[in-house]
C-alpha cells in the first residue's frame, strides 16, 4: 500500500518530541533545565490538523515542562512524558479512541520509537533520522526535525484526504486565524 492510500485512513498523528518536534540538541540553562527549541510552521501545521479534526498526541520518553506548555499552546490533550514503554502509550491511544493501528500515524527519528512505528498505519521518518528508523518507515520526510518535519506529515494526511485545500481557503477568506503557532 502507497503512503497516500495509508494517509487516507489516519485519524491520530503521535508524535515524538527530541529530533521530530526539535532538532534533537538539549540545552540546558543555568539552573541545569533542559530547553527546547520548536517550529512554528509545525505548530501551525499540528492548529491545521486540529481544525481538520485529526487528533494529535505526543509520546516522548523524556519529562519536561516545556513539552507540557507546547503540548498546552497547541490543545494536544494527550502528551505523554517519561513514556519509557512508548507502546503502552500508544495502546492506551488506541483503546482511548477506539481506534485501529491502521488509523494511527507516528513520527520518530530514532530506535525508541521503532516499537511504535512498526505497528501504526503509516510509519513516518524524519529526513535525519537513523537508517534503521528510515528503512521501516513509510515515508520520510524530506525537512528534518524540528524544522518543519512534522507539517510535510501533516500536510500528507490532510492533502490525501482532500482537508488541505480547505485550510488553506480559510486562511484566505479570514486572514489570520486564530490559531496557535
Known amino acids: 500500500m502507497d503512503q497516500e492510500t495509508r494517509a487516507r485512513n489516519i485519524a491520530l498523528l503521535i508524535l515524538d518530541v527530541d529530533g521530530v518536534l526539535t532538532d534533537g540538541q538539549l540545552l540546558f540553562n543555568d539552573q541545569g533545565e533542559a530547553m527546547k527549541v520548536f517550529n512554528t510552521q509545525d505548530g501551525l501545521g499540528i492548529s491545521a490538523a486540529r481544525q481538520a479534526g485529526l487528533r494529535t ?107 488541505w485545500d480547505t485550510i488553506v481557503s480559510d486562511y484566505l477568506r479570514s486572514g489570520e486565524k486564530n490559531l496557535r503557532q
Do not use: S, W
Not at 65 to 74: D, N, P, S, T, Y
Open 57 to 163: 498526541a505526543i509520546i516522548t520518553g523524556r519529562e519536561t515542562e516545556m513539552v507540557r506548555r507546547r503540548g498546552a499552546e497547541l490543545n494536544i490533550t494527550d502528551v505523554y512524558q517519561g513514556a519509557k514503554d512508548k507502546v503502552h502509550a500508544y495502546q492506551e491511544l488506541l483503546d482511548k479512541y477506539n481506534l485501529t493501528p491502521e488509523q494511527v500515524a507516528y513520527v520518530g527519528d530514532d530506535i525508541n520509537d521503532l516499537a511504535v512505528m512498526t505497528r501504526v498505519g503509516l510509519a513516518c521518518a524524519v529526513a535525519n533520522a537513523v537508517p534503521d528508523v528510515k528503512q521501516r518507515a513509510h515515508f520520510i520526510t524530506t525537512r528534518e526535525g524540528g524544522k518543519g518535519a512534522v507539517r510535510e506529515v501533516i500536510e500528507l494526511i490532510l492533502r490525501a484526504q482532500g482537508k
